[in-house]
């Protein structure tokens, strides 16, 4: 499956989650907790789960406190905000992107956690390239 859209996620738990092998996941009002996104992004970084995952929208957070919560014990990088880049968003589009926080995987490929408006409300996402 290209696209995994719920809208009211709060029935997927962290068992299920790794289970979905979708390029691109959208779960809005999901109630995975901090230390379950902690363990699902260590997966991933071991590439244990999402090796095909392009693109995870993670609802609404604040990309300071998701970095606190749930990247505490996880290497990333705090990218410049002077730094743009183009990153792929939901339904493949492809957005501009300033600043993030980035992650690595253990073959080289690259996290970027962003927030970005669309329409009248800002988004939480994880862009994969």
Known sequence: MKELHIVKSEWI????????????????????SDEQWNLFLKKWIAMETHLNLVYLDLDNRELDGFRDRVLHDIPYEVVDEGKNRVLKTRRNKRKKISGGIDIKRIDGKTATFFVYRMLSEERFAMSIH
């Open 13 to 32: 738990e962290y068992e299920r989650l790794l289970e979905i092998d979708c390029k691109s996941v959208i779960l809005e009002k999901n109630r995975i």
